[in-house]
């Protein structure tokens, strides 16, 4: 069974600090992996998905993600945040060949101060 | 990339109505649509899955009866809760499924649905 843990709900970072979202997987198969943003009151968008191509990965925004599987994590990384990256980050996990369905983390609220 | 559409975004009703969400994927072609419900400050839980011409697959624990879901084409899935509640209140959410593949979900902004 798949499963996605979040470490930490509310990270919080002053504006041009490393930004650093962690998320650990649990899959049976190899997964994709994904980090999503959500702002208040709205749906959720892509920042950057794992599919195997490569083990690092960019994103929207500056931000970008490695996919270690050693680890069996996906952490989420930006080098300089901005106050416009505050919002909440999931980290989701999906099953190759094993359907659509995808498993949301809890989430990670990130606070960046001015 | 790939627009989903909700509508509507918001709405309130009464306890004992009930209320119709829309889900467009608007400019692709999606068989696949999921159902969320989104509490505050949580993650989101999966309600359905809505398979364009054939029943919904539902998530244990969630009322079949009290969530209908109609996806009667490529680019429109509906939720209609029934007999609504003020425990129905929260927000929900649809997604489609990129036709680029990788599982990838394209997500609709959310409806916050208010039952007094």
């Known amino acids: 069974a798949q499963s996605v843990t979040q470490l930490g709900s509310h990270v919080s970072v002053s504006e041009g600090a490393l930004v650093l979202l962690r998320c650990n997987y649990s899959?049976?198969?190899?997964?994709?992996l994904f980090w999503y943003v959500q702002y208040p009151n709205q749906g959720l968008q892509l920042l950057l998905k794992?599919?195997?191509?490569?083990?690092l990965v960019k994103g929207i925004n500056g931000f970008e993600a490695e996919f270690k599987k050693s680890e069996t994590s996906f952490h989420l990384t930006k080098p300089s945040a901005h106050m416009s990256d505050a919002a909440e980050y999931f980290c989701?996990?999906?099953?190759?060949?094993?359907?659509?369905?995808?498993?949301f983390g809890a989430g990670t609220r990130l606070f960046v101060k001015a | 990339g790939a627009v989903v559409s909700q509508h509507p975004s918001w709405v309130i009703c009464k306890s004992g109505t009930s209320v119709k969400i829309e889900c467009r994927s608007l400019?692709?072609?999606?068989?696949?649509m999921f159902w969320y419900r989104q509490f505050p400050k949580q993650s989101l839980m999966l309600m359905a899955t809505?398979?364009?011409?054939?029943?919904?697959?539902?998530e244990q624990g969630v009322e079949k009866d009290k969530f209908l879901i109609n996806h009667a084409s490529l680019t429109l899935s509906t939720l209609t809760v029934t007999s609504a509640h003020p425990e129905d209140s929260s927000f929900y959410i649809c997604?489609?499924?990129?036709?680029?593949?990788?599982?990838?979900?394209?997500f609709g902004p959310g409806t916050r649905l208010t039952v007094l």
């Open positions: 794992y599919t195997s191509a490569a083990t």
């Open positions: 989701a996990v999906s099953e190759r060949g094993g359907g659509f369905k995808t498993i």
């Open positions: 899959s049976s198969v190899p997964p994709y």
């Open positions: 997604s489609a499924i990129s036709p680029g593949g990788y599982n990838e979900q394209f």
């Open positions: 400019d692709f072609q999606a068989t696949t």
């Open positions: 809505s398979n364009e011409g054939s029943k919904a697959t539902y």
